[in-house]
């Protein structure tokens, strides 16, 4: 867990290419159900072309789907997933149900000055996609894409400092106090999330006892 920008996705992905516990993004979950045309990705997808948001329920059945698929055999990180309490009560009693109960409930903190500053400086390759920041990583050659040697780079239409703080603000008041809950059941542990990102990979091992 942990705000938007923190770092959640790229180190799922790391632990997931290091230990092969399944990464689950909902996103991503959400986009295979419609492409494999399963009977909830049909619903997913009728939802999404209604232009309607996919409830809480509809999107905890196809999660639910994901985990008892077996490639999240060895284990699966959620990523991004609960965001709000009702969500976090719909997954308590779905994983019940399945005897599959969370072990750990890792919160990357980040604090929101810093994740502006990450955020709103991202651009990347219009050709290729390489990822590029103002400040972090800057390609070799000032204009020229370090992976193809394109000259035209973009930045995403969302990475704006007022969009970003809104979306931070929507991470506040509904998902932080979920960590409060996990912290009360024992379950949470918290890592800094300003650390590089091998620094960070290291700690969430640490934690994980792996």
């Avoid at 920008?5 to 295979?32: A, C, N, P, V, Y």
């Avoid at 400040?135 to 070799?140: D, G, R, T, V």
């Avoid at 300003?194 to 969430?204: K, P």
Wanted: proline share 5%; charged share 25%; with cysteine.
């Amino acid at each position: 867990m942990g705000p938007p920008g923190g770092g959640k996705g790229t180190q799922s992905k790391r632990l997931e290419d290091r230990h092969g516990w399944r990464q689950l993004s909902t996103g991503d979950i959400l986009r295979k159900a419609i492409a494999e045309g399963s009977p909830l990705g049909q619903q997913v997808k009728a939802t999404m072309d209604a232009g309607q948001l996919v409830s809480d329920e509809l999107i905890m059945a196809v999660i639910g789907e994901a985990i008892a698929s077996p490639a999240c055999g060895a284990g699966f990180i959620l990523d991004g997933i609960p965001r709000t309490l009702v969500q976090a009560d719909a997954l308590d009693a779905m994983l019940e149900d399945m005897n599959c109960p969370l072990d750990a409930v890792i919160e990357v903190r980040v604090p929101d000055e810093v994740l502006v500053a990450r955020i709103t400086g991202r651009f990347s390759c219009a050709s290729c996609g390489a990822g590029y920041h103002d400040s972090f990583q800057k390609p070799k050659v000032d204009g020229v894409c370090d992976s193809c040697g394109g000259t035209t780079f973009s930045r995403r239409p969302d990475d704006t400092e007022e969009t970003v703080k809104g979306r931070l603000d929507v991470y506040h008041q509904q998902t932080q106090p979920l960590l409060k809950v996990y912290d009360k059941k024992g379950l949470l542990t918290v890592v800094d999330g300003t650390q590089s990102i091998d620094a960070v990979t290291e700690a969430l091992e640490s934690a994980l006892n792996v």
